[in-house]
């Protein structure tokens, strides 16, 4: 049981350039989401999906696209990189229903660099 | 959409004493609160967590109070150890069912504990 797998784990960018972060879960969860950390800014959400095919705008979602074809992956795509996108991304996911429904497990992150 | 306000920013104490950390939240829908510790170059983990039907919980040195009414809550540490220092953050959530239960997070304390 791997939890939440994130690739790459580090990554650098030139502006203008597009890549898609891999967000994969094994726990059967039907909530995934995607967040950029920053310096003093903490976690902000980019976007969320609460089912296989469906997904939604968080808080900064501008410059990003997501899509979860499949109910244990997660995709993030930047389709032309800028260097305000440089950044820490985190995956997350949770149950739907209880036990555990409110608690998020985290990927490890997956550092991204945009020159 | 919800906003999630934490203070201070940065928090130093002595080895032994006690910290407070203090978040308030703007969604009265909220009725999930957690708290998570990220330590250097790791992924957040959950340490506490307080629905909105109770008003404070305790887990030995980590305490949570909620304060609905006024729509802040607080974390508490007592008898702080260096290997409390960590960044610590707090989050709001609404139901799952509605926007599927997207936690907005605040923009992370800084604890350093001084031997």
């Known amino acids: 049981n791997a939890g939440v797998t994130q690739t790459p784990k580090f990554r650098v960018l030139k502006t203008g350039q597009s890549m898609t972060l891999l967000c994969a879960q094994d726990m059967n969860h039907e909530y995934m989401y995607w967040y950029r950390q920053d310096p003093g800014m903490g976690l902000r959400l980019i976007h969320y999906s609460v089912g296989e095919g469906t997904t939604a705008k968080g808080e900064v979602p501008d410059g990003y696209n997501v899509s979860r074809l499949k109910k244990q992956n997660f995709l993030l795509g930047l389709e032309s990189a800028a260097p305000s996108q440089t950044s820490v991304y985190f995956c997350a996911s949770k149950n739907r229903v209880a036990p555990g429904a409110n608690v998020l497990t985290f990927g490890a992150g997956s550092r991204l660099t945009v020159l | 959409g919800e906003n999630v306000e934490q203070h201070p920013s940065t928090l130093s104490v002595q080895e032994g004493d006690s910290a407070v950390i203090k978040c308030t939240y703007s969604d009265s829908a909220s009725n999930y609160f957690p708290w998570y510790k990220q330590e250097l170059g790791k992924r957040p983990q959950l340490i506490i967590d307080i629905r909105s039907n109770v008003g404070e919980k305790k887990d030995q040195r980590i305490a949570v109070t909620l304060n609905k009414t006024a729509k802040h809550f607080s974390l508490h540490i007592t008898e702080t150890q260096p290997e409390d220092s960590a960044v610590y953050f707090c989050?709001?959530?609404?139901?799952?069912?509605?926007?599927?239960?997207?936690?907005?997070f605040g923009q992370g304390t800084e604890l350093s504990v001084k031997p």
């Open positions: 989050a709001a959530s609404t139901p799952s069912y509605n926007q599927g239960g997207k936690l907005i």
